[in-house]
């Protein structure tokens, strides 16, 4: 076989500068490997981090949406509450429990000072119906068992001998057990 030339002169001092494989080649392409394991590596720790982010974040949705269909249902609760409470039966009956008595036709004032209409007082309740100021506690409408009566009220007591019988007065309605459910007009909101 044959064997290379030597190289004279120019040639040889020109193949002395640049390297002919052997242990030159390896050392230049360790950085080129080092660089694509550590862009690899940080590639996939950064979407390690981005999918433990979006994890938490639905895990925060589900919880938020669940606070929302709670909030939801208690503010459709206070609602019907509300309607319950503004339902002219149930406001005429709370009325009627604090001594309000039915008002009479209103009078009006026009704006040069005359009086429109008939000005009448309310008719006055009888002694036995009208109550003392109750505090506040006792206005609630729920009932507290633990309070007993409330002080502005007493309880009947029974005649101790049989005396005349009591006048007739006209039958009262039966009082039903419980007001009957207010239905609500259907709401432009979604969700109720």
């Given amino acids: ?21 052997g242990r030159g080649g390896g050392a230049a392409r ?33 919880d938020l949406q669940r606070q929302t269909k709670n909030l939801t249902d208690e503010e459709q609760a206070l609602q019907r509450d509300v309607d319950a409470y503004s339902a002219p039966d149930a406001l005429q009956r709370r009325a009627h429990d604090l001594g309000m008595v039915p008002g009479g036709d209103p009078a009006f004032l026009d704006p040069d000072g005359t009086v429109k209409g008939v000005p009448s007082a309310a008719p006055q309740q009888p002694a036995a119906d009208t109550m003392a100021a109750r505090p506040p506690e006792v206005l609630s409408p729920y009932p507290n068992p633990a309070a007993g009566p409330s002080p502005g009220t007493t309880a009947p007591l029974a005649p101790a001998v049989p005396s005349a019988p009591p006048p007739a007065s006209p039958p009262a309605a039966p009082a039903s057990t419980a007001p009957p459910a207010p239905t609500a007009p259907p709401s432009s909101t979604p969700g109720r």
Wanted: net charge positive; glycine share 12%.
């Fill in 30 to 62: 360790t950085p080129f490997v080092l660089l694509v394991v550590v862009l690899l590596g940080g590639g996939l720790i950064g979407l390690l981090v981005l999918n433990s982010a979006l994890s938490e974040g639905a895990f925060r949705l589900d």
């Fill in 1 to 21: 076989m044959s064997r290379k030339p030597e190289l004279r002169g120019r040639a040889a001092r020109l193949a002395r500068l640049i390297p002919v494989g």
